[in-house]
């Protein structure tokens, strides 16, 4: 016996991918580019029934499941939100920052300040979304002076991870996050 396991994504994908084997075909599609039909959307079967109403929040508080399928409700499984960016380092050049690729990111947000205002607000906005792991400042500190970096992970829902945690574990406020 075939069965045919079929993912909705409610969001357009970049490439659709199938896969298949001797046992189960796997099948992606997309609902309405993520919107919600007039008429909802509503896939039924003697076996199940599923009905998408909302993007982004669980539709419902847990998932559902049975010996053939499981659905979860929302983003949450796909989406992770981002955790702490590690591994921030300046090269010899003074200028290139590099970090970590943190797992659930697809963009960083690069804050910076002078060192003299530091705990404070922690930087401003230097660089939004930089899609890589490395980022160019060709600022120069003034003479005695010097400037410090954060950078923070953006997963595609466009949330934004922590600029870490203070000396006595309470986490860094971010009252200015980049645009």
Known sequence: MRRTIVALVLTVPAA???????????DEYSLNAGGRPAQAVVSSSPSYRVSLESIGEPVIG?????????????FGPAYLPPGEVAGL???????????????????YNVYSGSISSLPGGYGSCAAARVSGISWIDATAPAPGSGLFYLVTGVNRLREEGTKGYAAGG??????????
């Open 62 to 74: 847990r998932a559902l499941s049975s010996a053939s399928f499981t659905l979860q409700g929302g």
């Open 89 to 107: 380092v300046i090269l010899a050049d003074l200028q290139t920052l590099t970090w970590l690729r943190e797992p659930a990111s697809t963009g």
């Open 16 to 26: 659709i991918e199938f896969h298949w084997g001797a046992d189960y075909r796997l």
């Open 170 to 179: 309470a986490e860094r406020d971010n009252s200015a996050p980049c645009p």
